[in-house]
């Protein structure tokens, strides 16, 4: 049985930054794209960034600059570092797999979902 677990939440004030890390079990880690997802309080999940198998990666534009995904396939982690935080950013974030070679960003793609961890951003 697959298995995301993320950590790394928690409440912060703006300008300040998280580094949220999602460890994977149960599947091949290195063979799955990965992906960071957010729901905002009130309002649909929405895309934050993706990694292939690769290290190649992609943004949504509001995070584009300031947030940063990377993986390690040795820790079977993916990671998202988010700098100069906004209290627009404070979500859910959850973290995604998908077993292809491309990176993604539609949820109605994913093939496992972690449990998401609460990201607060006081102003």
């Known amino acids: 049985q697959a298995q995301l677990v993320e950590s790394g939440g928690g409440l912060v004030q703006a300008g300040g930054s998280l580094r949220l890390s999602c460890v994977a079990s149960?599947?091949?880690?290195?063979?799955?794209?990965m992906a960071w997802f957010r729901q905002p309080p009130g309002k649909e999940r929405e895309f934050v960034a993706s990694?292939?198998?690769?290290?190649?990666?992609t943004y949504a534009d509001s995070v584009k600059g300031r947030f940063t995904i990377s993986r390690d396939n040795a820790k079977n982690t993916v990671y998202l570092q988010m700098n100069t935080l906004k209290p627009e950013d404070t979500a859910v974030y959850s973290c995604?797999?998908?077993?292809?070679?491309?990176?993604?960003?539609?949820?109605?793609?994913?093939?496992?979902w972690g449990q998401g961890t609460q990201v607060t951003v006081s102003s």
């Open positions: 995604a797999g998908k077993s292809t070679s491309t990176w993604f960003s539609r949820s109605v793609e994913v093939d496992y």
């Open positions: 149960g599947l091949t880690f290195s063979r799955y794209s």
């Open positions: 990694i292939t198998r690769s290290d190649g990666t």
